[in-house]
């Protein structure tokens, strides 16, 4: 499959909720912004507890429940909606600057439990004793972060306590034997080299001879790393970008299957149904939840 140089129309909303801010706290509440029970993404790392409320919200098109006393982490670029229902909870949101510091820091929470952008488990559930914790942090960062000339080294680690100990609670409830650090650097540079890749580059070789490594060793540290293999990551990938341009692009499927690597627009209608269960033309005239 090439690639066709067609006009890229997708016009995904980007909520901006951190307006420049190297740390914000705000509640979690029905009406916080407009775009938020359609399909955007996010310009900063997001903390999401829920305190109140039940419902659904989506993460990458993936369905998942909203309850009282579950934490979400939610990276950049990530597609995001949220139904529209009574909760209540905080948000804490935080840009790169803090991000890039905490692993500098923290070397070993990078891509690991809760911080993995591939975790089939991107919340945790907060007992009493850690809910209590996670309050009474939030309190102490609001406190800092209301002060005349708030301190960014005070708040990077509040910020970093929290998603110490988010991670290390999804770590106990989904426990996944981590990668040894060479594996770890390999299937980094794959997910990268996929990214940069997946519209043109559909076969797992191109990936495998990219990275000068063995197929079957790339497939077996990417199932212990997802539970899938490499070309299945790649079919992953392709088809959550169908569903983005599909809901966001005013482009035709034709357009669109071209843009994503595909010669023949009815392979593109078979991809997706096979893996969707229905056509685009189906799915554009749906929700994303």
Request: proline content about 4%; hydrophobic content about 35%.
């Amino acid at each position: 499959m090439r690639n066709r140089n067609s006009k890229n129309t997708e016009n995904l909303p980007i909520q901006a909720l951190l307006e420049n801010e190297y740390v914000r706290i705000t509640r979690l509440h029905k009406d916080l912004n407009s775009l938020s029970v359609v399909p955007h993404r996010h310009d900063h790392y997001e903390l999401m507890l829920v305190t109140e409320g039940e419902g659904r919200h989506s993460i990458n098109f993936k369905s998942y429940d909203i309850k009282p006393d579950r934490l979400y982490f939610l990276h950049p670029g990530q597609v995001h909606l949220i139904e529209s229902f009574e909760r209540d909870g905080w948000l804490i949101l935080f840009g790169e600057e803090l991000f890039k510091r905490f692993l500098t820091i923290h070397t070993h929470e990078d891509e690991h439990g809760l911080l993995d952008s591939y975790t089939p488990h991107p919340y945790v559930d907060l007992d009493e004793k850690l809910k209590g914790t996670f309050i009474l942090l939030i309190d102490q960062l609001q406190t800092e972060l209301s002060a005349k000339k708030p301190d960014v080294d005070i708040s990077l680690h509040y910020v970093s306590l929290l998603l110490l100990y988010a991670n290390k609670a999804q770590i106990v409830q989904h426990p996944k034997e981590p990668l040894p650090l060479v594996n770890k650097q390999l299937f980094h540079r794959l997910k990268l080299l996929i990214e940069q890749h997946y519209r043109q580059q559909h076969l797992a070789a191109f990936y495998a001879e990219t990275l000068h490594t063995d197929i079957k060793k790339l497939n077996k540290i990417c199932r212990e790393a997802t539970g899938l293999t490499v070309f299945e990551l790649l079919q992953e990938r392709l088809v959550t970008e169908s569903k983005i341009r599909l809901q966001t692009s005013t482009g035709s499927v034709k357009e669109i299957s071209y843009d994503l690597g595909f010669n023949d627009p009815a392979f593109f209608g078979r991809f997706f149904k096979k893996h969707t269960g229905i056509t685009p033309a189906e799915f554009r005239n749906r929700r994303m939840i």
